[in-house]
């Protein structure tokens, strides 16, 4: 099925750096939403975008919705060991089924 | 609020037999979502429900179906097990169809 451009596929950063990490779609979305997923768990929400714009933070993380709708990007400031897992993006328009990327792996060295 | 509920959290099963899973959704949340995740295909959506109706369904053989229930519970079964049905299947809930999705940990499926 379609899939969502996400990259980096993977990051090895030292603790305390800023990391970013970016979504494309050759669609346009009304939503879109980023997922952290610890290993043998199911992903934890983690932003919610719902307007062309929008920036949004929790906590440390912000994410933006691109204005072309066709994009997504979420950016993590003072990374923290906690911060390890696999982060997926996520879109869809109206009530068509929720669209994944295949996940950023991020990996912080203490 | 109690989260996504799933069970049984681990199974193995052989090729040939079927299984059935169970979600529960968080209270008032009335879509409910499954998706096979694995380590090559990533999230995979299998079918929505909502108000006791398939809504959406993915690209998958007919071996597997799902349904709901009026409480919003959902199972999904898959019959006549293959080898490349092993995989974590997840369940989301949502209040709505057009709301975020809450994840449950998942049932990992084992076919030997």
């Known amino acids: 099925g379609q899939q969502l451009n996400q990259s980096p596929q993977s990051m090895f950063i030292q603790e305390g750096e800023d990391v970013s990490m970016n979504c494309t779609s050759s669609s346009i979305f009304n939503t879109w939403l980023w997922y952290k997923q610890d290993p043998g768990e199911g992903p934890v929400l983690l932003i919610a975008l719902y307007k062309a714009g929008e920036l949004t933070s929790n906590g440390r993380l912000t994410a933006q919705f691109g204005i072309t709708r066709k994009d997504s990007f979420l950016n993590i400031s003072a990374s923290i060991p906690s911060d390890v897992g696999i982060y997926f993006c996520a879109g869809r328009s109206g009530n068509t089924p929720l669209v994944f990327g295949k996940g950023t792996r991020l990996s912080v060295i203490a | 609020k109690a989260g996504v509920t799933q069970t049984p959290r681990y199974l193995i099963k052989t090729r040939g037999q079927q299984v059935t899973l169970s979600c529960s959704p968080i209270?008032?949340?009335?879509?409910v979502s499954w998706y096979q995740q694995t380590p090559g295909q990533g999230l995979q959506f299998l079918f929505e429900?909502?108000?006791?109706?398939?809504?959406n369904k993915g690209n998958f053989p007919g071996r597997f179906s799902g349904r709901q229930f009026s409480n919003s519970r959902s199972e999904m079964n898959v019959s006549t097990l293959e080898l490349g049905d092993s995989a974590l299947y997840l369940c989301a809930s949502s209040r709505d169809r057009v709301d975020e999705q809450f994840f449950g940990p998942g049932t990992r499926l084992t076919v030997l």
């Open positions: 429900y909502f108000s006791e109706t398939q809504r």
């Open positions: 209270s008032g949340h009335r879509s």
